[in-house]
């Protein structure tokens, strides 16, 4: 027999399933250690947000937030695409794949190591010590943090979806731990710029090598040292990884923009405006993620593929009109969350609330996965190049001209235009 519980929910699987046309039982439970890792992660972030706010000067979180932001843009030298690969490879069966392209990936990651150096040396010169000591601890520790992350694109093609869950909560907690304490510490130590930068990004590094170390051996041991490899996924992840070089610069260029036109302060203001939609994309980004092994194996098909081609967009389409919900409910309560989470950052409320904006077509991202899986190397240069050369475009000349306005601005339109490029180029 079942209960009353049982059969609301049945109700509402079936409802959900006739309105979105998928299997909303697979996004689920698929998806359900992923969310309460996506939510712990969000908690761990607004709390550490919350002390940042409260400990330190706008100056110094706006100079940190540089300081991630250049490594962030020369991260194409970890080959981060790579992970879409492993993911396609692990979930075909291609376990041998994550051994070799991991590899690849790490050693790749030592050119951050000297663009760090490079940028060091640069600002020594110009005598901003504070930028040289925080590059030159970034650059010791970035191979680990950015080329040993690669496990958790084998978990998902592998659809361990609570391995990686468990993985990610165990390391946000310690950073978050550790992170707060370097914060507190600098506030009632009474550090100045330099060493309270040098802090942060020494902590940051730390936090995040070590935990990367440890998963990454974790994960390689369970592998047979002969797995099979997947014929062309090093061509395969070579060509996203070339063609994700404008996308990377595009979501990380604004900070840099901001930093030299306006200075650290007004990066700070943008940073916190940007922060709570940001979260809500990445809790949203879930569901994409339990996708990928299911894409990994339709594009694998023809017939499957032309079948998720027909019925994929109204799909999105019904999804899309869930998350304007959110993104409007987002906007009514953004200014009293606010007052309440971030006073000292009141005036960032006005530009999150716009920003959120850039969420409103976030369903339809699925489509450039969807690109990348299917391996047509002419659909995912004109995919991965198109729209963030448009939103470079718009950023280098707004930002100038209307300051962080122009950033929100030139973020809200370039994603929009991205994820409508996607759906052209999905349905062809």
């Not at 998928?22 to 761990?44: C, E, K, N, P, Q």
């Not at 001209?401 to 991205?418: D, H, K, P, S, T």
Request: charged share 10%; aromatic share 14%; glycine share 8%.
């Amino acid at each position: 027999m079942q209960s009353t519980y049982q059969k609301v929910a049945e109700t509402l699987f079936l409802k959900l399933n006739r309105f979105l046309g998928t299997d909303t039982r697979y996004l689920m439970r698929g998806s359900f250690w992923l969310v309460i890792g996506s939510m712990a992660g969000m908690l761990i972030g607004l709390l550490l947000s919350m002390t940042y706010a409260r400990y330190l000067p706008k100056e110094t979180y706006g100079s940190y937030r540089y300081v991630l932001s250049i490594i962030s843009l020369v991260g194409i030298f970890s080959l981060p695409s790579f992970g879409a690969t492993i993911t396609r490879s692990s979930a075909r069966g291609f376990d041998g794949t994550f051994r070799k392209l991991s590899r690849i990936m790490f050693f790749s990651s030592f050119g951050i190591s000297i663009v760090c150096v490079g940028a060091a040396t640069f600002f020594f010169f110009r005598d901003q010590k504070e930028l040289t000591l925080a590059l030159a601890i970034a650059a010791l520790f970035i191979p680990f943090v950015e080329g040993l992350g690669s496990w958790r694109a084998y978990l998902d093609g592998k659809k361990q979806f609570r391995n990686k869950s468990v993985y990610n909560i165990t390391t946000q907690i310690v950073y978050g731990l550790l992170m707060a304490a370097a914060v507190i510490s600098s506030y009632a130590l009474g550090f100045g710029l330099a060493l309270t930068l040098t802090l942060l990004v020494g902590t940051y590094m730390l936090t995040h090598a070590l935990p990367n170390v440890y998963f990454y051996f974790r994960t390689l041991r369970i592998i047979p040292p002969h797995a099979p490899e997947e014929p062309g996924s090093i061509r395969h992840a070579l060509h996203l990884s070339v063609s994700s070089v404008p996308a990377t610069f595009a979501t990380y260029i604004d900070g840099v923009l901001l930093y030299h036109f306006l200075g650290p302060s007004a990066l700070a203001i943008y940073s916190f405006a940007i922060l709570l939609p940001e979260q809500v994309k990445a809790l949203l980004a879930t569901y994409i993620n339990v996708s990928l092994p299911k894409l990994a194996t339709q594009t694998a098909d023809t017939n499957a593929q032309a079948l998720a081609k027909k019925t994929l967009p109204g799909k999105i389409l019904k999804a899309s009109l869930l998350s304007a919900v959110i993104i409007g409910g987002y906007i009514i309560v953004a200014p009293f969350a606010y007052q309440i989470l971030f006073p000292a950052y009141v005036e960032s409320a006005p530009y999150s609330q716009v920003f959120a904006l850039s969420l409103l077509l976030f369903p339809f991202s699925i489509f450039g996965p969807f690109i990348q899986m299917e391996g047509n190397v002419w659909k995912i240069y004109l995919e991965s190049v198109t729209g963030p050369f448009i939103q470079i475009i718009l950023l280098l000349i707004l930002i100038p001209q209307f300051g962080i306005w122009g950033a929100v601005g030139g973020r809200v339109i370039g994603r929009i235009l991205n994820v409508l490029l996607e759906f052209i180029i999905f349905i062809k």
